[in-house]
């Protein structure tokens, strides 16, 4: 059997995007289309007080992400979804050891997230153009953006290097599998 292709989709919440975020129906319909084609699908969800409190309308996902029936949950509290969460247990349980990344926030949880999970040994693609974040004061989001990308294809991750892609790259490697 081949690998599963699995998505994970980090932060895109109704709490989150109150701060606006660059082309977010942009990246909401690429994680879409990479959530078609994923055979599994993880949502991290983040929560904190102020607006994403677990069950609230602020940590509920944003209405345009299509939800697959079968995706998996994880909560976070911390921009390193994997920090004291259980998301290493599913990752486990569901035999997954390399994951496509796309979500919010670019230059916080998505950052923090890949080179954590990298630096644990599971193979990530970042989707390039399925990341977003908000202007900063020292930067720019389309700058962030860029920028970030081209951190993760220079990552130093002996053995583990990251994979950088377009999603239309991601879900055409995925089909030709």
């Known amino acids: 059997m081949s690998e599963k292709h699995v998505v994970m989709v980090i932060d895109m919440q109704n709490g989150v995007f109150a701060t606006p975020r660059r082309q977010r129906q942009e990246c909401a319909a690429k994680i879409n289309r990479l959530m078609a084609a994923a055979d599994r699908v993880i ?104 920028h970030y990308n081209e951190v993760w294809r220079t990552l130093t991750v002996p053995g583990n290097p990251v994979s950088v892609k377009p999603v239309e790259t991601i879900v055409a490697q995925w089909q030709a599998n």
């Open 43 to 146: 949502f991290i969800q983040h929560i904190e007080d102020g607006g994403l409190e677990e069950g609230s309308e602020g940590f509920a996902l944003l209405s345009e992400l299509e939800q697959p029936a079968d995706a998996l949950y994880v909560t976070k509290t911390a921009c390193d979804a994997f920090y004291q969460t259980r998301l290493e247990q599913v990752l486990a349980e569901n035999s997954i050891k390399n994951f496509v990344i796309c979500g919010c926030a670019t230059d916080y949880c998505v950052d923090t997230t890949l080179k954590i999970g990298a630096s644990k040994g599971y193979g990530i693609t970042v989707a390039e153009d399925a990341h977003t974040t908000a202007n900063r004061p020292a930067a720019q989001a389309e700058t962030l953006i860029a």
